[in-house]
Nanobody
Framework: QVQLVESGGGLVQTGRSLRLSCVASGDIVTIKTMAWFRQPVGKDREMVAALLSSGMRDYSDSVVGRFTISKDAAKMTAYLQMNDLKPEDTGVYFC????????????????WGQGTEVTVSS
């Protein structure tokens, strides 16, 4: 079964940086897209950054210029480099990926990790 595991979250002061990692594993044939979402306490989950199959990258307006999404295809790993962190960046960050497996017959399914918590103190 496909599994996405995030790591790299933690407690950091305003203005500092963190790098999140998301490792995909399982009977994976193709990963079409990878993305990062976050969910602040008491708020809805929102998209932070996405890396599309075309190579295009999309970012929410609130993180443009501060966050960068990237991937290492050979390692099936996505990263989110977060610079100049602000208290409003606090939340649980989730990795997501659109994946086709050996048994899916070409069908892509959106998978989610369990999340890694990021807390930015002022």
């Amino acid at each position: 079964q496909v599994q996405l595991v995030e790591s790299g979250g933690g407690l950091v002061q305003t203005g500092r940086s963190l790098r999140l990692s998301c490792v995909a594993s399982g009977d994976i044939v193709t990963i079409k897209t990878m993305a990062w979402f976050r969910q602040p306490v008491g708020k809805d989950r929102e998209m932070v950054a996405a890396l599309l199959s075309s190579g295009m990258r999309d970012y929410s307006d609130s993180v443009v210029g501060r966050f960068t999404i990237s991937k290492d295809a050979a390692k099936m790993t996505a990263y989110l480099q977060m610079n100049d962190l602000k208290p409003e960046d606090t939340g649980v960050y989730f990795c997501a990926a659109d994946i086709a497996t050996q048994t899916s017959g070409g069908r892509f399914t959106y998978y989610w990790g369990q999340g890694t918590e990021v807390t930015v103190s002022s």
